[in-house]
Structure formats: C-alpha cells, structure tokens
C-alpha cells in the first residue's frame, strides 16, 4: 500500500472570478469590511489603515496590487488578516477578498507549478495551481508579493535599475 500524500490546509477565497488560496496558518481572523482610515500618499493598492485587537493593520486591495480592477464593495466583501513572515520579521496585513470560502485541505502532489505560456508573463507571486473539477485555485506566494524585493505586478508599477 502507497503511502498517503501529505496535504495542507488553505484558505480560499476569490477575486472577481479567480480562486485563490492562502496558507491557513498564516491567517489570523476573517473580519467584516469597514472602510480603513486612508494614508496620504500611499501606493493605489494600499487603502489605508484598520484597527485590529490595538494594532494598526495595513489594509490592501490585493486586486489592484495584482493589476485587477479596484475591489467593489458587496455584503460578501472580507478582509483576511495575516501574518507573514518575511525574513526576519512577521508582516501583519489585510487583504480584501470579494468573497471568503473555506478553509480545504490540498494534497502537496496535487499542487502544480504555474503554467508555462511561452510569453513574458510575471507569475512570481503564484507559489502553485490546484485542478479542481470546476476550476483552478491559484495559490498565492505571500513573502514574495509583499517582500520589499517584490517584483512590480501592476501596469502602474515602473521596473527600477540598479545604478552603478
């Protein structure tokens, strides 16, 4: 008899029509949207600050940060709080989701690496694509999204250079 597969719990969620997933043990709660308190001046994916249990957490519209349209508002709209640890420290942030799932194990073998499309195409921030019968989830990379080393995702974003 084979051995079972190792499997790991994620959080999935969506973004317009995309199923995403995020690692359950770097969520710490799923809140109800408020509207955050807005920073002046910050980047078009970061709406502001949210009070949570006494921390100001960095409240961040993951679709514009991902080169989406803006997230709309509906009764369904989530913000997940995470922790992610980013080399030696722990990035508490909020991401909206339009919509929150479940919490579903995915078998490690089940997780497949980001397709190949033959074209420039920046999936860095994709850690691995789980085939469902009715979709794909996407399994987002969050140390490497949020990292300050993070390659640019939106249009917005100009590429910097190295000056010698």
Known sequence: MAPTSVEAQFVTFSLDAEIFAVPVGVVREILDYEDPSRIPHGPPHLLGLRDVRGQGVPIIDLRVRLGMDKTVRTAHTRILVLDIPI????????LVAD??????????????????????????????VVRRPSDFVIIIDLARLFSDSAPAITAAAAPQRAVA
Do not use: Q, S
């Not at 080399?87 to 909020?94: C, V």
């Not at 995915?106 to 190949?116: M, Q, S, V």
């Open 99 to 128: 919509k929150v799932f479940e919490v579903t194990p995915f078998r490690h073998d089940a997780i497949e690496t980001a397709p190949d499309i033959g074209a420039a195409w920046n999936c860095d921030y994709i850690r691995g």
């Open 87 to 94: 080399a030696d420290k722990m990035l508490a942030l909020g």
